[in-house]
């Protein structure tokens, strides 16, 4: 076995050597401060969302009581977006379609699906 103690000794670098990795240091720790500050920003930027209220901001659009849908029908979708509500439904044979104003619940158009 080998004497640790006898091995040969790592030869002492040269000055050009010593500047290019105390360069290489720099560089890396000023990267990893970038990284770090950039994960404190998105942090930061979680955490003043997540203190905001919680809701979506067009929640307040809708705030619908009641709607009105025949008696017995059969709900197969309803879609919330850009301020209206879209409620599909059957009632017996006759599918239709029915959009709402989100605010007031009061039915703008009512569309029959019929197929061809």
Do not use: C, N, W
Not at 5 to 21: G, I, Q, R, V
Not at 38 to 44: Q, T
Not at 93 to 105: N, W
Request: hydrophobic share 45%; glycine share 12%.
């Amino acid at each position: 076995m080998s004497d640790p103690h006898t091995a040969a000794e790592t030869p002492e670098l040269s000055p050009d050597t010593k500047a290019l990795l105390a360069r290489a240091r720099r560089s890396f720790l000023v990267s990893i401060g970038l990284l770090l500050a950039g994960f404190i920003a998105i942090g930061g930027v979680l955490v003043y969302r997540a203190s905001q209220g919680g809701g979506s901001p067009s929640g307040a659009d809708y705030v619908i009581a009641s709607l009105k849908i025949p008696a017995g029908a059969e709900i197969i979708s309803a879609v919330a977006a850009g301020g209206q509500l879209t409620v599909t439904f059957k009632a017996g044979p006759m599918t239709s379609v029915r959009i709402f104003d989100g605010r007031t619940g009061e039915m703008i158009r009512e569309i029959p699906v019929v197929s061809e």
